[in-house]
């Protein structure tokens, strides 16, 4: 027994190795992809027996990681419903316009593609420099809502996921003066449609992974993509640097998202702050809620805390 022939088998077990450790964490993402998927759909009653659901598949990593989830829910979920994926063609310059339907055809997945060139108006109005997104969004969801009506669709799947929804809350907080996020579930601004988005818990770095995993032929937006000096990437740029430096940050701001208290609050439209009177009775809420658990008694010698 030679040395080489060691060193050949060696290389080919640390291969089968690492080949067996991706299997299984590709195994675990999936099955997180799914169980946030499914939970957020619960939570908040998204799809129900008998919904046709547009699919919006822009040809980006996140609604193609939306189509692929909802399409294994399907086939688990104990309700019966229909998927359809509709993709909105914007006549963007050099837009591959064969690749999703090829990909659709292949899934075995019903679709729509809609064309339709809002590019030309969008580059038409807006001036040189300016931000495309507000225009291009609603142009966009008027067309997608028209769609709907057309194709008796009872739900819209957006494929937004965790981190938009937090970048949207400091959007509205930095730029905006509201407290306002973007909701897992709404109905439209035009009052006639549902709107629902399956990805809400789901971590935009997980359907990075997923998207590499299922090699989707993922199409750019030439369109916005490009314009780097949009608000949303600074704050995107912004959250990933705070969860580099404070790992798990990200999941505790989520998580506040879904726990609000009103009355810690300044908006006299959500707590009615005008009418308070004391009840002599402790409250759970009331001003000790706010500290943190650090400011103890043992942590400050010297000093007699009231609780209020």
């Known amino acids: 027994m030679n040395a080489t022939w060691i060193e050949e ?8 190795t690492a080949a067996l450790k991706i299997e299984r964490e590709t195994h675990k993402l999936e099955k997180r992809l799914c169980r946030q998927v499914g939970q957020a759909i619960m939570d908040f009653n998204m799809i129900e027996e008998g919904d046709r659901v547009m699919v919006c598949v822009s040809g980006g990593k996140d609604s193609y990681g939306m189509l692929d989830i909802l399409l294994k829910m399907q086939q688990r979920a104990p309700i019966s419903f229909e998927l359809i994926a509709v ?7 050099g837009f591959p316009d064969h690749i999703l339907p090829a990909y659709l055809k292949q899934l075995g997945v019903p679709f729509h593609i809609e064309t ?6 969008v580059k038409k109005v807006i001036p040189e420099g300016k931000t495309m997104c507000s225009l291009c969004s609603r142009l ?3 067309i997608l809502y028209r769609v709907a009506d057309e194709l008796k669709i009872t739900k819209i799947a957006l494929g937004h996921h965790r981190d938009d929804m937090l ?3 400091f959007l509205n907080m930095f730029f905006g003066g509201k407290l306002k996020g973007m909701p897992p ?12 988005r399956p990805l809400a818990n ?3 770095k997980d ?3 997923w998207a590499a995993h299922r090699a989707f032929p993922i199409i750019p937006c030439t369109l916005c993509g490009s314009q780097e000096n949009l608000q949303r990437k600074q704050i995107g740029n912004m959250l990933r640097d705070w969860e580099k430096q404070y790992p798990g940050r990200i999941e505790s701001m989520f998580t506040a998202l879904q726990n609000v208290v009103p009355s810690h609050l300044m908006d006299t439209k959500r707590h009615d702050f005008k009418n308070i009177k004391t009840t002599g009775l402790a409250d759970a809420e009331g001003d000790k809620a706010f500290d943190a658990e650090e400011f103890s008694p043992a942590s400050l010698p010297g000093l007699q805390l009231v609780s209020l």
């Open 9 to 16: 088998e060696q290389a080919v077990a640390a291969k089968d």
């Open 87 to 93: 993709n909105l063609d914007q006549k963007q310059p």
């Open 116 to 121: 339709q060139d809002t590019y030309s108006i």
């Open 140 to 142: 966009r969801r008027g």
């Open 167 to 169: 970048q949207t809350f």
């Open 185 to 196: 579930k709404l109905v439209s601004d035009d009052g006639g449609h549902i709107v629902i």
């Open 202 to 204: 789901v971590a935009e």
């Open 207 to 209: 359907l990075t992974r």
